[in-house]
C-alpha cells in the first residue's frame, strides 16, 4: 500500500500479558523501523530491519521484546510479560533503500499499548 | 550525552505570518537530517529532509536551513496556515553506511499553534 498501516490502533493488556503489534510497510520499501514515544514527546529507537533481516536491535529490551519481519507477512513486534511502564505508543516506519543514499522515514500512525 | 534538542518548545503565530522553528544538534557526525508534523492521535509526517552537503532546501511552503558551523537546523514555514497547527519534531541520521543508518534521533518537539 501507499501508507504505513499499523494494526491494533489501541491495545489494552493486564500487566504481565503478552501484546503484539503489526505493521505493513509501505509496498516496494526494504527498510522497516520500530519507534516507541513515551508522554507524547521522546521517541526511542528499538530495531530495524533490511527486508526479513535484523539491521540494528540496539534499541531493544531484549529480556521481553522481540520483532520479526517475514515474507508476505505484516511486521510484528511482541512484548511478554508486559510492564507498566511500556505503556506508550509504538510506531512503525518503513524507507526505500538503503546505505549512502539517506531516504526519508514514513510513520504509521502508531498503536497506543496501555498496560493495566 | 549527545541529542538533539529544540530552543522553543511552544510557538503561537496568526494567520498568514510566516514561522520559524528551531532545533540544535550536538553531533557533526550527523550527515542527515528530517522536518516532521505530528497531530493529535497521528504519527509523523514527513515535511522535509536536508542532507549535510547542503545548507538549504526548499518545498511547497517550507523552507529548512541547515547550519553545520553552529549545528543549527532550523524550518521555516511560510503563511502560515491554522491546519499547519501541530507538533514539530527535527530528527537526524547519524550516518550512513553503517549500521547506525536509518536510526533517527529525534529532537524533543516544538508546538506550534495558528490563531486564525
Known amino acids: 500500500g501507499e501508507e504505513v498501516a499499523q494494526t491494533p490502533k489501541h491495545l489494552v493488556r493486564g500487566e504481565g500479558q503478552k501484546a503484539k503489534l503489526y505493521c505493513a510497510p509501505i509496498k516496494g520499501h526494504s527498510y522497516v523501523f520500530w519507534y516507541q514515544q513515551v508522554l507524547k514527546n521522546e521517541f526511542k529507537f528499538l530495531i530495524s530491519f533490511q527486508n526479513e533481516n535484523v539491521f540494528d536491535e540496539t534499541g531493544m529490551p531484549k529480556e521481553r521484546f522481540s520483532a520479526k519481519c517475514l515474507p508476505n507477512s505484516p511486521c510484528s513486534l511482541e512484548i511478554q510479560a508486559t510492564k507498566l511502564e511500556d505503556s506508550a505508543v509504538y510506531f512503525c516506519?518503513?524507507?526505500?533503500f538503503g546505505q549512502g543514499a539517506e531516504q526519508p522515514q514514513h510513520f504509521g500512525d502508531g498503536t497506543r499499548l496501555s498496560i493495566l | 550525552g549527545e541529542s538533539v534538542g529544540l530552543h522553543l518548545p511552544t510557538l503561537s503565530v496568526q494567520e498568514g505570518d510566516n514561522s520559524i522553528i528551531n532545533c540544535a544538534y550536538s553531533n557533526s557526525a550527523s550527515d542527515y537530517f528530517i522536518w516532521y508534523k505530528q497531530e493529535s492521535g497521528k504519527g509523523p509526517q514527513f515535511i522535509i529532509d536536508i542532507r549535510s552537503n547542503m545548507d538549504k532546501r526548499q518545498g511547497q511552503r517550507v523552507t529548512v536551513l541547515l547550519n553545520k558551523t553552529v549545528k543549527h537546523l532550523s524550518l521555516q514555514i511560510a503563511a502560515t496556515q491554522p491546519g499547519d497547527s501541530a507538533v514539530y519534531f527535527c530528527a537526524e541520521n547519524r550516518g550512513a553506511g553503517g549500521t547506525s543508518y536509518g536510526k533517527l534521533t529525534f529532537g524533543q518537539g516544538t508546538i506550534l499553534t495558528v490563531h486564525p
Open positions: 516506519a518503513s524507507s526505500q
